[in-house]
């Protein structure tokens, strides 16, 4: 699911989407309601500030956008990711906002890190995919300075019961796919046993668990996804959000089935 999750959060930041009221951007201005890429006070996620002093470890960076929005506040970004192809592009990306970054091609297992290099260490929508999470953690956590904080996140559960039930036959099993579901309690618990404090758990992304389902239905490109439908629920949520109570409903939406699960820590 990390694909759908990635394409809903992350990279609608990235987006180029020329449309006011199209997916991307509705879901940027969502993404930022719920916490995400606050510009104005350099946090990448509410309570995850980055600066020039920080050194940033982006395990499974995927498209670089937390890289790069990191990169942009001046600190020293390790972009990591199993996949060569997806390296050379955020390298392209990181290089084009200047200082020297670092990427690297790993599985994570171990990551090629010294221990305690990094002042912040992002693991987004990766959790889910890898064999051994907990091991996966003990390695974030050896990375990490006293004292560093940690930006975790996983898809929601409710929703990946959601995407099952409507998922096309020929997109089942693919390589690359999620190995698990990751219970809220269950990724709390993994994250205090590896020796960290959870400062806050959280959720996000109701508008993007429901864009995705009806998605499959519409038989669209997802470079392409224009589709009444689709159109319809953009500007239906777009909608809500323009409401009083938008904001209210936005959260409680969130909590009840959200894209994504998300953890801020931080290492005593």
């Known amino acids: 699911m990390s694909d759908r999750v990635e394409h809903s959060t992350s990279a609608a930041a990235a987006s180029g989407d020329a449309e006011p009221h199209g997916p991307s951007t509705v879901g940027l201005r969502d993404a930022k309601l719920g916490g995400w890429y606050r510009e104005d006070t350099g946090e990448l996620f509410r309570g995850m500030p980055i600066d020039v002093d920080d050194v940033v470890v982006d395990v499974g960076c995927g498209a670089g956008v937390n890289s790069v929005f990191c990169a942009r506040r001046g600190a020293h970004v390790y972009a990591i990711d199993r996949e060569p192809q997806v390296i050379r592009e955020v390298r392209a990306r990181l290089s084009a906002e200047g200082g020297t970054p670092t990427t690297l091609v790993s599985d994570a297992n171990p990551l090629p ?58 997109y089942r099993g693919q390589p690359g796919g999620a190995v698990r579901v990751i219970a809220r309690d269950e990724l709390a618990r993994w994250v205090s046993e590896a020796g960290l404090v959870v400062m806050e758990h959280t959720q996000h992304g109701f508008f993007w668990s429901i864009w995705w389902a009806l998605f499959w239905g519409c038989e669209v490109e997802l470079h392409d996804p224009a589709h009444p439908v689709l159109d319809h629920w953009t500007a239906a949520w777009q909608a809500l959000l323009d409401m009083p109570q938008g904001h209210r409903l936005k959260r409680q939406l969130d909590e009840f089935m959200p894209i994504s699960q998300i953890i801020v820590a931080r290492k005593p």
Not at 122 to 137: G, N, R, S
Not at 139 to 148: C, F, I, K, Q, Y
Request: net charge negative; charged share 20%.
């Open 113 to 170: 890190l010294d221990d305690g290099i990094a002042t912040r260490v992002i693991c987004t929508e990766v959790l889910q995919h890898v064999d051994d999470p907990q091991a996966m953690l003990a390695e974030l956590v050896r990375v990490g300075a006293s004292g560093a904080l940690y930006l975790l996140s996983v898809p929601g559960a409710l929703q990946e019961d959601l995407q099952e039930k409507v998922l096309p036959p020929e």
